[in-house]
């Protein structure tokens, strides 16, 4: 990949938010959609009762202090009809407004869950959508993920958040209007509001850098308590007496973290306590002139009542907006990465090809000139490969560690895109193919290969989904991948589930996991592309040896069928001369290319590993 120094191109470049004037429309209309559309989208019915919910509930609970001139006026006057009805007009828009909030607050935490589990399927699909790896592993990357991931909720109450914000305007133009009511001149009152706004937005802008400066830290942080609390990794933490190194080196992540962010936090509190300082000077001014007019006999009793009411109560109504929009611009920081990975996904996709995968294999594989980096590195994993994979053939790749053979058969599966050369199928570019035609027919067994806490005939029959419940064919690729013992030693044989005491499954061994995931690889029958990278690790040369021999035969009749490629990667040499071409990778580049009886001729250095692996043995 190229160097983050080089200019980058557009799906690597990391978000940010729009300059000012910068597709402005564009990024509106998308945040429309995010924030209220998806709303109606995910729950109409739920949407439409939250917005009337907030709204009407905010100008009843705004308007009720009428009602405390209308009595105060009426008592002065001994207007036993205006008692009343002021009487009733507060105790009704009371009765209003906190029926209203408590229905509206249980509906708008039920929008919330229903849009987060629609927020949550469009992250999956975002994210596991994305033909190639890029997005996973490049830090900064991980970093706006991990941000979307964490926040998803706060996204999710985006149209509540909207809602919430449109109905602290109403309440604000009807408390302007009651003012306005009583003294023109307290329509000044908003500008003493102006100070503490600015003060809540600066605040917000800090607590946002901050959260992107520390994610590393925390991201680490996470990792370590991960690392020493998951019984995956608590033997060996024991063994080499890790446990005091590990929960210090979290201890001091979450020391750094936590000194960044205290000393934010004293800033915010400065900034927002001087803005909050400026409106409450406003606010006693404001009494302090209607009292004087009221004094004057300018203002009835009941007029001043409202006033000071009203005025007291705008406090909270600014700091409910201030909580708001504050919410709101949080919630706009999510939205804006969420544009970006939809963008990053979009441009993918984009420069990905649509052209079908053939149906048969007649030349083979071939790789030209291929190089690559992976992100953040400076050393090229592949440097100026030149390698032809002849249809119907079985390759083993041999190297030792770090020289590229994972990277090249994830090139060849399409999982990373060179960064110079080219990858072709039977003389067409592989970049020209659709990524989701070319999985189709490959098929691959890694030796990180994943655990899936399901049924036994779900485990293996993901391997090809058109097949998931076709009894026949997961157990033919259970036979074929010699795990048909896994599933006759459980006690639901297929139905079993699988997994871990937490998942309420049954636990397995290492070698039984892994031989799932063999099956797994075998349940597509016409692959073009056959991958095995190291995926008997955890079986013993014997078993490992015996495997092979079965994958050998099936791709034989993979071979004469549609001229499948088999690419095998393993250290074991006994395995090894199985295939019909060995080649040898060092410093990213091929050293040697031939048969397992030619090589060892040559006296080279697969000849050296061969006779240091046979001498182990002796």
């Known amino acids: 990949m190229t160097a983050l120094a080089d200019p980058p191109a557009p799906r690597r470049d990391r978000p940010r938010s729009p300059e000012p004037g910068e597709r402005v429309p564009r990024r509106a209309i998308r945040l429309l959609h995010l924030m209220l559309l998806d709303g109606f989208r995910a729950a109409p019915g739920l949407m439409t009762a939250v917005t009337a919910l907030l709204v009407v509930g905010g100008v009843a609970a705004t308007c009720y202090p009428l009602g405390f001139r209308i009595l105060l006026d009426g008592a002065l006057a001994h207007d036993t009809r205006q008692l009343v009805l002021g009487a009733l007009f507060v105790g009704g828009l009371l009765a209003l407004t906190w029926v209203l909030q408590a229905i509206g607050a249980t509906e708008a935490m039920a929008l919330s869950d229903r849009v987060s589990i629609f927020h949550t399927a469009r992250l999956v699909r975002l994210v596991s959508g994305v033909p190639g ?29 909207l809602m919430g914000s449109v109905a602290s305007v109403a309440r604000i133009v009807a408390l302007l209007v009651l003012l306005a009511s009583v003294s023109p001149w307290l329509l000044l009152l908003p500008v003493a509001a102006v100070p503490p706004l600015l003060a809540d937005r600066w605040a917000k802008r800090i607590i946002r850098t901050n959260e992107d400066e520390v994610a590393h830290d925390q991201r680490r942080a996470g990792l370590l308590f991960s690392l020493a609390t998951t019984t995956g990794s608590a033997a060996e933490l024991r063994s080499y007496g890790l446990a005091d190194h590990v929960g210090a080196e979290h201890a001091r992540l979450a020391a750094a973290v ?3 962010t205290g000393g934010e936090a004293l800033k915010v509190l400065a900034i927002q306590a001087t803005g ?3 409106y409450a000077a406003g606010l006693m001014g404001a009494i302090a002139f209607v009292v004087v007019e009221t004094t004057h006999g300018v203002l009835s009793a009941g007029a001043l009542l409202m006033a000071v009411t009203l005025i007291r109560r705008s406090r909270a109504q600014l700091a409910t907006a201030a909580v708001r929009s504050g919410a709101l611009l949080s919630t706009l920081t999510v939205a804006d990465r969420m544009f970006w990975l939809e963008d990053h996904a979009a441009a993918e996709a984009a420069a990905r090809g649509h052209d079908p995968a053939p149906d048969a294999l007649h030349d083979g594989i071939r790789l030209r000139d291929v190089s690559f980096t992976y992100p953040g590195a400076e050393q090229p994993v592949l440097t100026g490969l030149d390698l032809d994979l002849p249809a119907g053939s079985t390759v083993a790749i041999v190297g030792e560690n770090g020289a590229g053979k994972t990277t090249l058969v994830k090139l060849l599966l399409g999982m990373y895109s060179p960064d110079a050369g080219t990858v072709e199928v039977d003389g067409r570019p592989l970049s020209g193919i659709e990524p989701g035609a070319w999985r189709s027919r490959t098929t691959a067994a890694f030796q990180d290969f994943a655990r899936l806490h399901l049924p036994v005939r779900h485990t293996v029959g993901v391997g090809d989904l058109a097949r998931l419940d076709d009894t026949d064919a997961v157990a033919g690729a259970l036979d074929r991948a010699g795990a048909t013992s896994v599933a006759e030693t459980l006690p639901d044989g297929l139905d079993t589930l699988v997994g871990s005491t937490y998942t309420g499954g049954r636990g397995l061994s290492g070698g039984q996991w892994q031989k799932l995931a063999l099956g797994r690889a075998m349940m597509r029958d016409d692959p073009l592309l056959v991958v095995l990278d190291e995926p008997t690790a955890n079986l013993d040369a014997p078993t490992e040896h015996a495997m092979f021999e079965r994958y050998a035969s099936a791709a034989a009749r993979g071979a004469e069928r549609n001229g499948a490629v088999t690419v095998l990667v393993s250290h074991r040499f006994s395995t090894v001369r199985m295939a019909d071409l060995v080649v040898v990778l060092e410093d990213g580049r091929v050293r040697e290319r031939g048969t397992h009886a ?16 046979a001498a182990s043995y002796r």
Request: cysteine-free.
């Open 133 to 161: 790896l890029e997005h996973l592993e490049r830090p900064e990357y991980l970093t706006e993920i991990e941000q979307i991931s964490s926040r998803r909720r706060a996204l999710a109450g985006a149209p509540r958040q």
């Open 258 to 260: 936590d000194r960044r």
């Open 276 to 278: 909050w300082t400026i």
């Open 598 to 613: 030619q090589l060892v001729a040559a006296g080279g250095r697969y000849a050296e590993l061969y006779e240091l692996q």
